[in-house]
């Protein structure tokens, strides 16, 4: 691992330590102190310096969870030193980044997975199983936000230089749901941005987005507020809801609502580990398993036409943003 990062000690060495499939060898830090306390922690060699852990043979893959403005770049040094790639998401701050990445893995015959673990999570299968049985009619508007409350004043999203902003941490998540539930052709419409201009970061804001079949979305993001990480697509006959859609923690049982004009149907899905489930399926695709070449091709292609349109985003909206938010 490299970057002992908030997210690494949560959620990912758990996960790593549980999956039958794979064994922490060794954590780096830039700081010796701060790799010892979580080799110790987590059971495994304590490493200073990201390139002293990527120079060690006995290391066959890495799991990334530094600044995302940093992903890009270590990244390519990992691939470049024959390590399979496991990167935090977003893979990169930019499509151009996330693309090279790619066809650098393709060409060193190396496994690069984004750790885009939502998408696992079988609650969002129930939902498109039942948008594909025609039980909400035809999709007509999606409504997906994530918001999180602020984080202390040093944290990575406040940062620009580390690639920092509500709109690559978190419009990701409302993003990448319009990708999976209303098809990879949806294009950007507009971009309202809340931009903190002292910091030189976005805090916030919404995006609109439409397809070709008339459906609509409707993506809010932010950093500033409220926790909310919820969607609920409308169609013409009903709609569905996930209350709990991107965060749940393994041992939450989460809940898909369908609603139609003669009443709700509430599906219950058990506790599910999205984390560990990321986890299992790197391991299989380095070991050369269930997942084929194709699936993982498809995969980044998506990680690279979301960040296509989170630059969109980005672009058409600076104009429009140092809104003051101010009482009514
Ligand atoms: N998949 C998910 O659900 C999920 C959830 C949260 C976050 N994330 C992603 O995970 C990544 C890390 O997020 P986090 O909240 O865990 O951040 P964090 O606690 O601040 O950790 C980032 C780590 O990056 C390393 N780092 C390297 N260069 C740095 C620099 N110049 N400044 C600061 N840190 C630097 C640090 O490790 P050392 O000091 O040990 O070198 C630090 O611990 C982000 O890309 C984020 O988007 C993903």
Not at 18 to 23: G, I, M, Q, W, Y
Not at 78 to 103: F, I, N, R
Not at 109 to 129: A, C, I, K, S, Y
Request: glycine share 8%.
């Amino acid at each position: 691992m490299l970057g002992c990062a908030d997210i690494a000690r949560r959620r990912a060495l758990p996960a790593l330590a549980a999956c039958a499939s794979t064994v922490t060898v060794a954590v780096a830090s830039r700081s010796a102190a701060k790799a010892a306390a979580f080799g110790a922690e987590f059971g495994c060699a304590a490493v200073h310096g990201y390139r002293a852990l990527l120079a060690d043979d006995a290391v066959e893959a890495v799991y990334i969870a530094v600044p995302t403005g940093l992903h890009a770049e270590w990244a390519a040094e990992a691939l470049a030193a024959g390590k399979h790639v496991l990167v935090e998401k977003p893979m990169a701050a930019t499509a151009a980044d996330a693309a090279a990445l790619a066809e650098r893995a393709e060409r060193a015959g190396l496994v690069l997975m984004e750790n885009r673990m939502f998408t696992r999570h079988p609650q969002h299968r129930v939902v498109r199983d039942a948008v594909a049985r025609g039980e909400i009619g035809l999709p007509r508007v999606l409504s997906a936000g994530m918001t999180i409350p602020p984080r202390p004043a040093d944290d990575i999203r406040y940062r620009a230089d580390l690639g920092g902003g509500a709109l690559l941490d978190v419009g990701y998540y409302p993003l990448h749901t319009a990708l999976l539930l209303l098809g990879h052709d949806v294009r950007l419409d507009g971009a309202v941005v809340e931009r903190d201009e002292r910091l030189g970061v976005d805090l916030g804001g919404a995006l609109l987005l439409s397809t070709a079949r008339g459906a609509v979305a409707h993506l809010t993001f932010g950093i500033d507020h409220h926790y909310r990480a919820a969607y609920e697509l409308c169609g013409t006959a009903g709609a569905v809801t996930a209350a709990r859609a991107y965060t749940p923690p393994p041992s939450a049982a989460t809940e898909v609502v369908l609603e139609r004009p003669g009443g709700s149907r509430r599906v219950g899905i058990a506790p599910f580990d999205q984390f560990a489930a990321v986890m299992a399926e790197f391991a299989s695709a380095v070991r050369g398993g269930t997942r084929s070449a194709d699936h993982l091709a498809g995969e980044l292609a998506v990680s690279v036409r979301a960040l296509e349109l989170l630059d969109e985003a980005r672009d058409r909206a600076q104009h429009r943003s140092n809104a003051a938010i101010t009482p009514l």
